[in-house]
């Protein structure tokens, strides 16, 4: 075995291990962890080497503040002067940082989990990878590499009320890389949010913002080499495109982009054809009826190549190689010049994907309205083999500023009479 021989990055899939390294603090739920083997743990252990493993960010929280354990999360609101039984709001504001970083002690319950196999046992597609045996090194716990981050504030409106919650969200678009990377995040109260969050706070429940962070993410394909043919109907990805965006338009960024693809995907406006090229194993289309014809070397029916069953035979792998951003990409740039407008301008508040920016770059997009695309159809063949990316969305409450606010509202919430 060579002796530079590294480990080459979490294998790709759909199908982690998780594992639940407990409670996250005093009244959370049990947390689970996906894990992932690098896709050389075969090999790393054949030359006596570490196996490695990588955790994938479950969920986002609130950050500790800087040098101290309380939460980074102050919130100071404005009623009228003189107070009363039932004051009268005025506004407000409040200021929080948020982290995708695992809680203090996980990582070492994961290693010492992987170390004595004490885990249920792994999908069996990606079983063969958890080789720690008796008497091998510790095993490495690496994140999963990110090489993109998008993070928002979204509001919760409450249901029923007299007046809709009216508050704007500044900061967090551009989210760090490294799991100890902080977002942080300004939020205005109308006087109505005002008294929504005081109320929140004072009743020890979490105010109403949901954290979304979108995380791109990388994995490898191991030995698996990928030829996908991608095909394009332009007709039918307008229609799904406009249906989500009307024409003449800007296109937002966040989750519009990733969302109209699945849509496409879906209906069949792009299919897209897998091939294990080492085992030459047909993938069902996406956007068919998950059957699919093969041809073999006489030209009857039948599957194509070795007899050995592909993992990508399954259809959840197919699903996740669809949707990982090298094909996405692929896709946006063959229908970049006949249905787009694009034209300088600045990125939208949310950030768009990392792949969509790989295109269009910082441009102003827009659906053309009605494109000459009757009947034409775009193809391209593309090799994944090595690298791959795909995005996971995880999302995150307020949850632990309730639960600390129980006990030390004065640390979190200021009320201010004016």
């Not at 792994?122 to 716990?141: S, W, Y």
């Not at 989500?244 to 995907?265: F, H, N």
Request: hydrophobic share 40%.
């Amino acid at each position: 075995m060579p002796g530079s021989l590294v480990p080459a990055g979490p294998i790709f899939g759909p199908d982690p291990l998780v594992i639940d390294v407990g409670a996250a603090g005093a009244g959370a739920p049990s947390l689970g962890v996906p894990i992932r083997p690098d896709a050389l743990n075969a090999e790393l252990a054949a030359a006596g080497l570490p196996a490695r493993y990588y955790f994938q960010p479950p969920r986002v929280t609130v950050a500790p503040r800087l040098g101290s354990p309380d939460l980074d999360f102050s919130a100071t609101v404005m009623v009228e002067a003189p107070v009363g039984p039932h004051p009268t709001y005025l506004g407000g504001s409040c200021t929080f940082s948020c982290t995708a970083a695992l809680p203090g002690g996980a990582e070492a319950r994961l290693v010492e989990a992987l170390t004595h196999r004490n885990h249920a046992e792994p999908p069996a597609r990606i079983a063969p990878l958890f080789v720690h045996g008796q008497g091998a090194p510790t095993p490495e716990l690496l994140m999963v590499p990110v090489t993109g981050s998008a993070v928002s504030c979204v509001i919760e409106e409450p249901p029923g009320g007299a007046a809709p919650l009216v508050m704007s969200v500044q900061g967090g678009p551009g989210g760090g890389v490294d799991v100890q990377s902080r977002s942080s995040f300004l939020v205005s109260f109308s006087p109505e949010a005002a008294e929504s969050v005081v109320t929140s706070l004072r009743d020890a429940a979490a105010p109403p913002f949901v954290i979304r962070n979108v995380l791109t993410e990388q994995f490898d394909t191991g030995a698996a080499s990928i030829t996908a043919d991608v095909d394009v109907a332009l007709d039918k990805l307008h229609a799904v495109l406009a249906g989500a965006v009307p024409p003449g338009e800007p296109w937002p960024g966040g989750e519009a982009a990733a969302t109209a693809y699945r849509a496409a995907v879906a209906t069949g406006a792009v299919r897209i054809n897998l091939t294990e090229t080492d085992t030459g194993t047909l993938l069902n289309p996406t956007g068919s009826s998950g059957h699919t014809d093969s041809t073999d070397s006489t030209g009857g029916p039948g599957t194509s190549g070795p007899s050995r069953p592909s993992d990508l035979s399954d259809p959840a792998v197919v699903a996740w190689l669809a949707d990982t951003d090298e094909i996405r990409k692929a896709v946006f740039l063959l229908s970049k010049d006949p249905l787009f407008d694009v034209a300088t301008g600045t990125l939208p508040p949310d950030a768009p994907p990392r792949w969509w920016t790989e295109v269009f770059g910082d441009a102003r997009v827009t659906l053309k309205t009605a494109p000459m695309t009757a009947g034409i159809r775009l193809q391209q063949v593309l090799v994944l083999h090595g690298t791959v990316t795909a995005e996971q969305t995880i999302e995150g409450s307020l949850t632990e500023v309730a639960e600390a606010a129980r006990t030390r509202l004065e640390t979190y919430l200021a009320v201010i009479a004016i």
